[in-house]
């Protein structure tokens, strides 16, 4: 071959070679710019949330002063904000307590006429024993005692704390449905209880927090409610057990009575019953029930407190003791949290320290994250929470 057509294959090769790595470096270019586009979906818009917390209870209000200490902008849509009237979620263990302190709401359980628990006492068969809190190990920034107390007074005390910080909105209204768009939460349809209109919110992340009784679980997760058992419960007022700083389980029959102070003058007494033999509360067969077969098997000592309660016609409440296992949602933009999320047994008193300690997870994920509309960065953050919660609760 002579020099000219030597020449010639050789420019040719380069023109081929050069042209590959420019369409290759392009491409991988587009790649990126691609995956980046995917992870920011979408700008965050000026007086738009980062985050929409559904439900103001111990875990949705307790969230959105965590977050906005952290400087995110968080709106709270509440269904009701009256003061709670509950007969679960009194009393708050030791942990809870510590959980409260590293979020800096300690303070919530003060002015509330909170009462102090020392530890278990278990009555059977007339035997008596008591079981002090644990304090092995001991890091507790006070001394490791449980505290009992009107719920509602405690979220009310959250829900002024949240709604102190001027990056909280909290609003009252029923949320209707979620706002979804390729499998992505965007925000919410509300109808507001003021303006009585529904109208929309928009945010990168949404908490669903709203309770066992939530409705938006349904749209998120496939998971089954268990009913075991019904707890009735009611208050015994102008009234101080012999041992006020103990939680009073008794083993009767069929079922478990629990006694405890929920104020200086006021004790709750709750009665386990059978889900397939619930008496009648509107015919009175509630009331014989309980002073008939279940006042006998009380101790001495409590008996007259619990029959006292039920003689001065307390309010009785009647609510379903469901379990129901953690499961993530497979849709982006979204998380649950608290008894919509995961539910056990009431009397392991256990519900609020799980919550308060998920807040802490998600606060210390989120936190690093400068933009919540990153939905690729959320979802990771949501699948660690899940697997570090797991390790938690399993240890």
Not at 211 to 236: K, Q
Not at 287 to 308: D, H, V
């Amino acid at each position: 071959m002579d020099l000219p057509h030597v020449w010639l294959w050789t420019m040719l090769l380069a023109f081929v070679l050069t042209w590959m790595i420019f369409h290759f470096n392009n491409q991988r270019k587009k790649k990126s710019m691609l995956k980046l586009a995917e992870a920011a979906t979408e700008e965050i818009r000026e007086g738009v949330a980062d985050i929409i917390i559904v439900g103001a209870g111990v875990g949705g209000s307790a969230l959105a002063y965590a977050l906005a200490k952290d400087g995110r902008r968080v709106h709270v849509i509440e269904r009701d904000m009256r003061e709670p009237e509950r007969i679960m979620g009194e009393v708050m263990q030791p942990g809870g307590r510590f959980m409260l302190s590293k979020l800096g709401l300690q303070d919530c359980l003060e002015g509330i006429d909170a009462q102090k628990l020392t530890g278990l006492a278990v009555y059977k068969d007339g035997k008596e024993g008591v079981l002090p809190f644990p304090v092995e190990n001991n890091t507790f920034p006070y001394e490791p005692s449980a505290r009992s107390f009107h719920n509602g007074r405690l979220v009310q005390r959250l829900r002024q704390r949240a709604s102190s910080l001027p990056n909280v909105h909290v609003e009252e209204g029923t949320v209707k449905s979620l706002i979804e768009e390729k499998g992505v939460i965007k925000g919410v349809i509300y109808k507001n209880t003021t303006a009585c209109q529904e109208t929309t919110a928009f945010a990168p992340l949404t908490v669903v927090c709203d309770g066992c009784y939530s409705n938006l679980r349904r749209s998120l997760v496939d998971s089954t409610e268990e009913v075991h058992t019904y707890m009735v419960g009611y208050i015994t007022r102008n009234s101080q057990l012999y041992d006020p700083k103990s939680l009073h389980l008794i083993l009767s029959r069929p079922m478990v009575c629990i006694m405890y102070q929920t104020s200086s003058d006021e004790v709750r007494c709750i009665a386990e019953i059978p889900a397939d033999s619930v008496p009648s509360m509107a015919n009175g067969e509630m009331s014989t029930f309980l002073k008939e077969s279940m006042a006998p098997q009380i101790p001495i000592q409590l008996r007259e407190i619990f029959i006292k309660g039920i003689n001065d016609g307390a309010s009785m409440k009647v609510v379903p003791t469901k379990s129901m296992s953690a499961t993530l949602s497979e849709k982006k933009g979204v998380i649950v949290l608290g008894d919509a999320f995961n539910m056990r047994h009431p009397i392991i008193a256990s519900g609020m320290m799980v919550v308060l300690s998920d807040v802490l997870i998600l606060r210390h994920l989120l936190k690093p994250l400068e933009n919540l509309a990153n939905v690729t960065q959320v979802s990771q953050v949501i699948k660690n929470f899940n697997d570090i919660r797991k390790r938690q609760l399993t240890h």
